[in-house]
């Protein structure tokens, strides 16, 4: 289990970064577009905060929130089939990992095949290496070293 949390933890590091985190609540609460220096946070987990946000670098409206970046349609459809009462972190982390399992991830996470596992789920986070939404992508390297750090270990 341990290898799963911290594959949560490098995620949210690869999507936010570092200060975003610390300035939050864990990133449980940051809204698309979001810096260190502008932070934009929702006070209440009740439901997604459903803000549309104008992204001028991408030139594109995003609803994305919380720790793993949702869309807030995907929220509504893994909160009716997985019967979720909230976007509070408990519900956001199943989510994460619904979305991991349902890439095949889950057990290379387990297995500590870490690059495998990032390969497998690039299509799903727009920050990890193998992304093609045309954001910035991390480099394997950092995402490694923030696994490691917390927790994670490699087979």
């Known amino acids: ?61 995003s609803t994305a929130a919380g720790r793993y970046q949702l869309l807030k349609r995907y929220f509504d459809a893994y909160k009716a089939s997985m019967r979720l009462p909230d976007f509070s972190p408990a519900s956001q982390d199943a989510i994460a990992l619904q979305q991991i399992r349902e890439r095949g991830a889950l057990p290379l996470i387990d297995a500590g095949s870490f690059d495998l596992a990032v390969a497998r789920v690039s299509n799903i986070w727009a920050s990890l290496p193998g992304a093609t939404y045309g954001q910035h992508v991390n480099r394997l390297d950092d995402l490694r070293a923030a696994y490691e750090r917390a927790g994670g270990v490699f087979a």
């Not at 594959?7 to 939050?24: N, P, Q």
């Open 1 to 61: 289990m341990s290898n799963r949390r911290a594959f949560l933890d490098m995620i949210a590091h690869s999507e936010l970064g570092a200060k975003l985190l610390a300035l939050s609540d864990n990133g449980y609460n940051v809204i698309v577009g979001s810096t260190p220096s502008k932070p934009d946070l929702f006070t209440s987990y009740a439901d997604h905060p459903r803000k549309l946000v104008y992204l001028p670098k991408l030139n594109i409206s």
